[in-house]
Each structure stands twice: as structure tokens, then as C-alpha cells.
């Protein structure tokens, strides 16, 4: 309604002040022509870009709170030189510059930052920025082209690459215990200076999904195994996002905020996190009824990890997940199996990017078999209809 | 009938300007005579009519001026009383020129003789249909497809149900919605007319419920002639052939089907109005009603237009231009073409004539597909708009044929909700233009 009565004023205004009204009809050539719709939407691929980054300012608050400094440098570091990545292609290809004005750049430099520990040090966020926009986007044909989500595809080679680097962890600001160091000060002088200078290295401390592959390890059998880590002021901690991880991924309740406005701006389908965590929860809830040595309860696969990071924003991503919703149900409940599958039995304490990658890589399969029928492709309502 | 919502079908947009209260609220006009009428010969779908007059004849209103050239073709008639002054090429609504009779109207206006007046309740329902033939209707909704032959199926096919299209879902558009408020009994008795004519008593008219002051001025009296007035969801495209059916009668048209497969026909309230008037009044289509809007517009209005009013005319009597035009569309901004010359005149289907400015036409440029799936959300026709597109971008005209493109029924919706601005539209006609080829060879 405000965008009709919008309309109406100004024709209302202008039309007194120029009562000569036929004086100002074109003559023809300069009329546009163009083909139907003559209207449009207003939106666009940068609306869309910027909303997800709003969407994902609750859990890159919750980081910087969590990580302090440390974070915020990771953040911007990824940002910088994701941007700077697109620009250099962008030159080298001969292409304008124009892609780097739609925020995906920004987009996919801060959920790199989002998917690698605070304490990791200028130059991965180099690598992991070019591994990202080069090797992730361009590589393909740029954005919409990408099979793989990108952030995920840097995640997992530094990964592969760096594991050293991609599997020590900073404690957060609010632990207990031996952690007395800059990390738990917040914008001090200091605390530049260290995260600066690198001594982070110094302090490490295990994820629960960490703990949870060596304790598996050393006993074997029966319960009460995953004590330390499945209780519930643990599970109170998770929620709020107080363990280490990646600097985006631990706070649960940042990311569920996350996930419900990019519900609302339309920008993903439900059914992907939906299904994703929802599958998980009954994997390991059927795991862990039965086998209770193997795996903890859901709450905890649920909580913690890079989970609900990857389900509401990495396996969302428009460009790397199904077009359809049922494609996006099958998409989801894919996702959860792998993660369950690895987590459990395999060799890494954490699925989600892995699950994820894989499943981006039946995409145009799921696309293909998971569509709608077309209208009027419905026989059998015909017959019944012709007769009523 | 549910009054707070309405029926409707899946899929579909709601675009945020529908413009329709520039003009919902202006009565219909009848426009001041001109001094010459350029009458496009061929106005309907199907075989183009047979000029009987040539220059220089003295024609009355009404008069023959050009006959069926077969059985999906309509005769035209003169919009006025005058001479024939020239045929000539003159600029068409689909950008190409067209033939047109100029007539310099003598400004009597006067009727010529009038067909007889019929007494549609106890005629024959062959005779119903040979009146509206001979009195030039067609689909004024806009596909300008001959009305006779749509209510003459071939005998296989029995129809058991009449819709009329009140939707009006193009938004700007209100020349239907003026015409239910203002003359209901028109419609209704066109309504019944054509149930007459092809053996029907389930007739509907679907109206969405944006025009609540239409549905309850035909509800009102509705009763007397047995129609059943239903109420639509508003959303585009709810006025589509196929999607109004499936709204009222939850039937499928089946794929490369018509509705008489499915035992329907659909007529637009208009179309209706223009059969009372054949067969009760015995006067032939010559004038239609006509929206001129657009923010560019002095008086956004409804006027009863003759045909081969040029634009220029139709939109001086809307009161000019308050501020310049950059773009001038016969029909709505969904489905509606862009015209490059004033000079287009008035048709049986013209709907509308919509000005935009400048700021309100931003010209984008189209950007890779993102795989939103806004597109395929929008479609009412179930496809994949994104898809299909890569495929025909990349010429694979069998991938998408395959992939049912020749189901699209071209309603934009999905060029609409595009955050790429894909030509989506484009690519569909392209490629549906290139499987035709195909298929003919």
C-alpha cells in the first residue's frame, strides 16, 4: 500500500505545475523497448549477499565475544584478502570489477573466518582467501558457477595442507583453568601486540569433538565414557558457544538467531538445516540407544562441531545446494548421514565440511530427479475431473 | 463462496506495485469522437478477415469492413460513421506494420443497420454462436482468439462447465473491474448467454478479491441467472487460462491440451459484455474498454475506446502526460508489449495502456544464475525456469524441450522474482521459437 500511495503523490504534484501536458510526450525513438515483464522484483544478487551477512552478524558477534582480538583479526584478514583475491582475478581475466561490488567476496572472506580457529595466523587467511575465491569460485567461471562451496572447499584443503594449524584450538575468554593468558582480555593494548606478534600458538585446548575421538580411544567399553563431556552445564556452555572450535561455530544460540533471519528474508530453505540437524539428532539418538560406548546422546552431535554453522549457513548456500525443495529435503537428510558417519567412525573428529562437499557434488544429480511435475502432467486428475 | 482469501492455484507472485488504485476508482468514459480511426485489419488469432470495402466507400457504424477468412478468423466492423480514405501500412502493437482502414468520421456517429435482436433464452444455441462470430468477438483479455471457436468443440469433447475471467491480475489494469461494478448485468447475461450457446448451466466467475466491491455487485445479482460468483486469491498470474480452472475446479489442463479437454471454457468478462451486446442489442464489436495509467498519466482513467484509436489519442483524453514517459506498454507490465510508436492503435485486446517513467524502468543487467530458486518457486507451471535457461543459453533446445519449456506459458513471473535479472522470458520464446522450427521440418 505505501508503495501505491508513493506513486500517487508525486504524479498529483507535478501535475499542476505543468498543465501543458502533451508538449512532453516523446516522439517515438527515445521510447525503451524491451520484452515482458516490464516490472521487476527489487531485489538483487548484492540485497541477497548483504542480508546473509546480516544474518551472520549474531554469530560473528558471539565470535569476536568469545575469541576477543584474535578474532577480529582472523575476520578481517579473510575479508581483506578474499576481496583482494577477486579484484587480482578479475584483472588478470580481463573481467570489470564490477563482481566485486556484490559482496560475495565479503561473503565468502567472512564465512572462511567463520570456519577457521582465532588463532590461526595472517598468512592462512591468505592462503585459505586465494584457496577460496581461486580455487572455490573462479576456477569454475565465477559466481553461480561453483560446485563446491567455497569457504568449505579452503577449509578443507588448509585442512588437508595445514592440519597442524587447522587442528589447534585457542581457549575461549570465558574458560576456566589454566587460561590466563590475552586471549581472556578483551581490546587491550597487549592483546594486540600478542595476537600480532603470533604467540598464540602458545596456548591450545581440544574442541569436545576433539576429546571426544581420544577418549573413545583409550576406553573402549561401557558407560559413562563421555562424562567430561555430556552433562548438562556442559551442554548449557555449548549453547552459548563457551568451547573452542572454529571462531563461528561454537555459539549455538547466534547461530539459531542466524538461521531464523535468513527463514524470514527468504534467503535459504528450511528443509536444508531442518533436515540436516534433524537427521543427526535421530542417527546418533538411534547410535547412541543402542551402542552407548560408541557416541554420545544428540544434544551433544548437535551442539557442538561446526554443525549448526554448516546446516544454517555452508550447506545453504544458494549457489551449492538444490533448487527445489524436495531436492532440498534428500540434500539435508544426505548431509546428516555423512556427518554422522564420520564423526563416529571416522578418522576425523569433525564431518560437516566433508558431508557437505560431498553432497554439493550430487547436487545437479538431485536437481535432476528431485523436481516438480509440471503442471498439467497430472493424468490422473484429469480423468477424475472430466467425469465430476 | 470464501470471501477472506479466495481459491487459487500453486505458485505464482505478488509483485509489490499493483498500481490499481491509480485508476480502480475512475467510472468508465466514453471518449470524444475523432476526426480519423485506423482500423488494424487483422485483430484476432487465426486467418486475417477480407477487406469488402476499399477507398473511398462511405461506411456506416458498424458496417462490415472486412469478413471471416475462415473458421478461426472473426468478420471487422467500422468503429464509426465515415469514408474510407486510404489502406495503408501503419505501425502494429507487435512492432511490425500492419494493414489498417483509415476512416475519416463525418462526426455523425451513426449506427448502420443493426443485426436483429435475438432472444438468446429460446434460440437455437448454433445461432448464438453465429451472432458472436458475426459480431467479431475474440478474447479480450488479451489473446484476441476467436470466441465462436472456443465454444465449438468438436463433438467428442462435451464441455460441462463456463468460467469467466474476472481475475484481472495484471497489475495497473482495471478496465474489467469498472466493467463488473458498472455494468453487472452485462456480464451476467453474456455469462448466461454463453452457457446457452454451448449447453452449460456451471458457469463461475472468478474474481479476485482485490475487487470485493465487483464480486458483491455481481453477487447481488448473481442469483437470477445461477452463476456462481467465486472469489481469487490475489496473485499473478491468476487470470491464466489454465491457472483460473484449476483455482475453481481444482482440473488440470493436460500438457499441450486445451480447457475443452478438461471439459471447460473460459471467456473474459469483457469478451462476455461484447456478446450481450451481439446477441440481445445486435451491435457488432467496435469499441472496447480501455485503462490508460501509469504514474506519467494526468488522470489515470477508463475510457470506452473505438477500435483504431492511436495511442496518442487515448492518452490526451487521460488529461496528457505530467512528466515524460520512457516507456509505453499496450497491456499490462507482466505480459503487456512495449511500444516504439504513438501511432499503434486501439484492438479488440487492448487491455491497457501503461505509462512508466524513467526511474520506474531501470534497465539491468543480467548476472549468472545464482540458483536462488525463486524462479521455480514462482512458476505456476511447475518448471524449472533456472535450468531451463542455462540450457537454452547454451543452445540445447532438446535438453529443453525435455525439460517441458513448451509447457511455459510465458507469465514472467519468473523474470519477475529473478535477483539476476535473467532474461528469462526471452530465452523461453526464443527457444520455444527454435523447437517449433524443429518440430516442422
Partial sequence: MTEETKQEVPAEVVAEAKPKAEMLLPKGNELVLSSSPHI??????????????????????????????AAILVILYCIAFSVAAEMIWCKIAGKPLDTVKDFSAVLTGLLLAMNLSAGVPWWLCLIGAFLAIWLGKQVFGGLGHNPFNPALVARVALLIAL?????????????????????????????????????????????????????????????????????LPAYWQYFLGNM?????????????????????????KWQV??????????????????????????????????????????????????MTKKGAVIFGMGCGIITCVIRIWGNYPEGVSFAILFMNSLVPLIDRFATKKPFGYNVRDDKKGAKA | MSKS?????????????????LSSSAAIQDAPLLEEYQLIIQQNIGAPPKLVVAKGDEVKKGQLIAEAGGFVSVPLHSPTSGKITKIDNIPGPMGVPVQAVFIAADGEDQWGELMSP??????????????????????????????????????????????????????????????????????????????????????????????MDAIDTLLAKADKYGIKIVGLQVKYPQGAEKHLISAITKRE???????????????????????????????????????????????????????????????????????????????????????????????????GILLMKKDEITQYQSVACIRCGKCVDACPMNLQPGSLSAAIESEKFDLASKNNVMDCVECGSCAYVCPSHRPLVQHFRRSKAEIRKLTRK
Fill in chain 1, 244 to 268: 573452542s572450535g572454529c571462531l563461528g561455530e561454537t555459539s549455538a544460540v547466534a547461530l539459531l538467531l542466524g538461521g531464523i533471519i535468513l527463514i524470514l528474508f527468504k534467503l535459504i
Fill in chain 1, 40 to 69: 521487476h522484483a527489487d531485489e538483487d544478487v548484492q540485497k541477497i549477499m548483504i542480508k546473509v551477512i546480516i544474518a551472520l552478524m549474531p554469530a560473528v558477534f558471539a565470535g569476536m565475544l568469545l575469541f576477543g582480538n
Fill in chain 2, 253 to 351: 489442463v493436460p500438457t499441450g491440451g486445451l480447457p475443452m479437454d478438461i471439459g471447460c471454457v473460459v471467456q473474459n468478462v469483457g469478451s462476455a459484455a461484447a456478446v450481450t451486446d451481439a446477441v440481445v442489442e445486435g451491435k457488432a464489436l467496435i469499441e472496447r474498454i480501455t485503462t490508460v495509467t501509469g504514474v506519467p498519466i494526468k488522470n489515470p482513467s477508463n475510457w470506452r475506446l473505438k477500435l483504431g484509436t492511436p495511442v496518442l489519442e487515448a492518452i490526451k483524453f487521460a488529461g496528457g502526460v505530467v512528466c515524460e514517459p520512457a516507456k509505453i506498454i499496450l497491456g499490462g507490465p507482466m505480459m503487456g508489449f512495449a511500444q516504439k510508436s504513438l501511432q499503434v492503435t486501439i484492438t479488440k485486446n487492448s487491455s
Fill in chain 2, 118 to 211: 435475438m432472444d438468446w433464452k429460446t434460440a437455437e444455441p448454433q445461432a448464438i454462436k453465429d451472432r458472436i462470430r458475426d459480431a467479431g468477438v475474440v478474447g479480450m483479455g488479451g489473446a484476441a482468439f476467436p470466441t465462436h471457436v472456443k465454444l465449438s468443440p468438436p463433438p467428442e469433447k462435451k464441455l460441462n462447465c463456463l468460467i469467466l475471467n474476472g481475475a484481472e491480475c495484471e497489475p495497473y489494469l482495471t478496465a474489467d473491474h469498472r466493467l463488473m461494478i458498472e455494468f453487472p448485468e452485462k456480464v451476467l447475461e453474456g455469462a448466461a448467454i454463453l452457457g446457452r450457446a454451448v449447453g452449460v448451466t456451471d458457469i463461475y466467475i472468478g474474481v479476485e478479491v482485490n475487487k
Fill in chain 1, 273 to 322: 538445516p531442518v533436515f540436516y540437524v534433524g537427521t543427526v539428532a535421530i542417527f546418533t539418538t538411534v547410535i547412541n540407544y543402542f551402542f552407548p560406548g560408541v557416541t554420545p546422546p544428540a544434544l551433544f552431535h548437535v551442539l557442538t562441531g561446526g554443525l549448526l554453522l554448516g546446516a544454517v549457513f555452508m550447506a545453504t548456500d544458494m549457489v551449492t545446494s538444490p
Fill in chain 2, 5 to 21: 482469501k479466495g481459491l487459487t492455484f500453486k505458485g505464482g507472485i505478488h509483485p509489490t506495485k499493483d498500481g490499481k488504485s
Fill in chain 1, 163 to 231: 592440519p597442524k594449524y587447522m587442528t589447534s584450538w585457542i581457549p575461549t575468554r570465558f574458560m576456566n583453568g589454566d587460561v590466563t593468558s590475552y586471549a581472556q582480555k578483551f581490546f587491550t593494548p597487549e592483546a594486540w601486540s600478542n595476537v600480532l606478534s603470533g604467540q598464540l600458538d602458545g596456548v591450545t585446548c581440544a574442541t569436545p569433538l576433539g576429546v571426544l575421538s581420544t577418549t573413545e580411544k583409550v576406553l573402549q567399553n561401557g558407560q559413562g565414557v563421555f562424562d567430561n563431556i555430556d552433562n
